[in-house]
């Protein structure tokens, strides 16, 4: 199964030290799966590579 992916930003709560201030940091979001990478190519060919990726859950 491969999956597209979309990076989001994230805030985190900083559990160190004594301040309330977030740390900023992003995660992987899978918007599209399919059996082949096929279709999914077709799709990424039109979004930005530093912000898209496809993953597979195969070992390889």
């Known amino acids: 199964m491969f999956f597209l992916e979309r990076k989001e930003s994230y805030a985190m709560p900083n559990i160190l030290g004594n ?3 977030p740390v900023y940091t992003y995660r992987w979001k899978a918007i599209a799966k399919s059996e082949t990478e096929r279709p999914l190519l077709d799709m990424i060919k039109d979004m930005d590579v530093a ?3 496809i993953v597979s859950n195969q070992p390889n």
């Open 19 to 21: 301040c309330s201030q």
């Open 51 to 53: 912000t898209h990726r």
